[in-house]
């Protein structure tokens, strides 16, 4: 029994070795039919695709994770999007009707509260696009960065390019709390809270519009015209707006949600910036990432914000790398894209293509070209 025992193993070593070692004593054979039938595949294995996996796990591991997302995460409840009509030449009337809502007799009031980093020239591009409508600006600073980072109030240096809204301003600072090792995203809704309480001291009101965003997240000043007149507009909305990389250049999808507003609603509304509704209205303004003047500032804004944790090599922030990466329309972290099925992440795949449309911009953007040069298409190049 037992030799029929090593017989069999014997054959099937065999069957992989081939006839040739059928002669050789038991234990060669063995070690022979190791080293032949497994030697070269195993050897790869072991000694060349293990560490290969190994050190591109570690270089490439979000890579990885993100490529096989589908099959780990599904997708998000789809938004119910709202078709969005705009003719400069309709009335308000009709704009309202086509939206399926009647026209107020008078307008809401506006507040557009905003925390502040250091993004000065996007606030003054915001600020001028929606002016015509705001009621008030309140913006709100920390001397923390969200990754807990000691930063100077950068609003209070630049002030005095801010004089066009003086009148209508409600302005705050707060402490950071200054948590080493804490998540940002921890600070971030500490200083929300806080812009919660900045916007009682602005005079905000039941059913006053407030506009919920980011800096670089600017509705078009038509949008927020259109919801400030009609009247059944829904409590909480928000906003599609084109995103673009860089500069106005870079307009890589429509996908941008986060921005919302909302009808006012005292102890009930608190400041957010993630998805609050199922409502969102289409094509509603530009979402401008990383649209910075100086590589200073990408790099001040790499370090110090809520994904830090993607600058995994030092080199990442070497200024010669992020001006190429910026002139490619390619990725600063060296990332897949965030995307939810296979489809998406391939057609997403590589840089950006340039764009040379300067169609439907923010009007102070066109109007002061020289000044915002670098926002336009063909001048990546970003000063020193
Ligand atoms: C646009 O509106 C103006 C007046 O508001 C009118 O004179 C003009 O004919 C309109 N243009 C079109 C194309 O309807
Ligand atoms: C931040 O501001 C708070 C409140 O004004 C102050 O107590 C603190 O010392 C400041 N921290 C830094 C690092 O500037």
Not at 130 to 136: E, F, G, K, N
Not at 227 to 245: A, G, S, T, V
Request: hydrophobic letters at 35%; charged letters at 25%; a neutral charge.
């Amino acid at each position: 029994m037992m030799s029929d025992g090593y017989k069999k193993s014997d054959d099937i070593c065999e069957d992989v070795c081939g006839s040739q070692t059928s002669n050789s004593p038991l234990s060669m054979s063995r070690l022979r039919c190791f080293c032949q039938g497994l030697d070269v595949k195993t050897l790869i294995v072991l000694f060349l695709f293990v560490p290969t996996c190994i050190v591109g796990a570690y270089f490439h591991g979000q890579k990885v994770t993100y490529f096989l997302r589908p099959l780990w995460q599904s997708p998000p409840k789809p938004f119910i999007e709202m078709t969005h009509y705009y003719h400069e030449n309709i009335t308000m009337e009709n704009l309202c009707k086509l939206h399926g809502w009647g026209v107020r007799e008078f307008p809401r009031r506006v507040y557009d509260a905003v925390l502040f980093n250091n993004e000065v020239d996007m606030l003054t591009i915001r600020w001028k696009e929606l002016y015509p409508y705001v009621t008030q600006y309140v913006l709100l600073e920390s001397n923390s960065t969200f990754t807990a980072l000691p930063k100077p109030y950068f609003f209070a240096l630049s002030r005095d390019k801010f004089k066009f809204v003086e009148q209508r301003l409600t302005y705050g600072t707060i402490g950071g709390r200054f948590r080493r090792g804490e998540n940002p995203f921890i600070e971030e809704a500490y200083q929300r809270v806080a812009l919660d309480q900045l916007l009682q001291i602005a005079g905000i009101e039941d059913d006053d519009l407030l506009i919920m965003s980011d800096v670089d997240e600017i509705p078009s000043r038509h949008t927020i015209n259109l919801l400030r007149w009609c009247d059944d507009i829904p409590q909480i909305l928000h906003l599609q707006l084109r995103n673009y990389l860089y500069s106005f250049e870079f307009y890589f999808d429509s996908k941008s949600w986060r921005a919302s507003v909302h009808r006012y609603r005292r102890g009930k509304t608190r400041y957010a910036h993630y998805r609050q509704t199922d409502y969102l209205l289409s094509d509603a303004g530009w979402h401008c990432s990383f649209c910075f003047r100086h590589i200073s500032d990408f790099i001040f804004k790499m370090k110090a914000y809520s994904h830090n944790d993607r600058v995994r090599f030092s080199h990442y922030l070497d200024p010669k790398r992020i001006q190429d990466i910026i002139c490619r329309g390619a990725d600063l972290y060296d990332m897949l894209p965030e995307e939810y099925t296979f489809k998406d992440i391939i057609r997403r795949l590589g840089p950006i293509p340039h764009s040379y449309s300067g169609v439907h911009l923010p009007a102070h953007l066109l109007d002061n070209a020289d000044k915002y040069k670098y926002l336009l298409p063909g001048n990546c190049r970003r000063e020193g």
